[in-house]
């Protein structure tokens, strides 16, 4: 009995003492317009924070209205001093539902993705 002791506390040092991989995605922490909010005016932009700093090259946001239809008004952007926030300017918005599809890839290579909506009008 004495040699299976020692055989599972070897096992339970071996595994505390393994090195422990890094599973760091950047995952949506907040967001304005917030996810299925209803908004009395059309917001300007959409802006988007995250739990990791992101790669801005391969970082993207896509605002679509009820139709399909693209409605961002040029690139997403880091913004300057936040590389974990993401925005995109936005055309100005008829009342209605609208998308948002992102896509980001961290400083450490993670890629993820998600979509959320937000609602303009009563």
């Given amino acids: 009995m004495s040699g299976l002791r020692c055989f599972i506390a070897g096992l339970f040092i071996v595994a505390m003492l393994a090195p422990k991989q890094a599973q760091a995605h950047a995952h949506l922490d907040h967001a304005m317009p917030a996810p299925n909010s209803v908004q009395g005016q059309a917001p300007k ?5 995250f739990t990791e700093a992101l790669e801005a090259k391969f970082s993207t946001i896509v605002v679509q209205d009820a139709k399909g239809v693209a409605v961002q ?8 001093g936040n590389t974990a926030q993401l ?3 936005l055309k ?3 009342p209605g539902s609208y998308k948002v599809i992102w896509r980001v890839l961290s400083v450490d290579t993670h890629r993820s993705n998600g979509e959320f909506s937000f609602k303009v009008g009563p």
Avoid: Q
């Fill in 45 to 49: 932009e959409v802006v988007i924070w």
């Fill in 73 to 80: 008004a040029g690139a997403a952007t880091l913004v300057p």
């Fill in 87 to 89: 925005r995109v300017p």
């Fill in 92 to 94: 100005p918005l008829d």
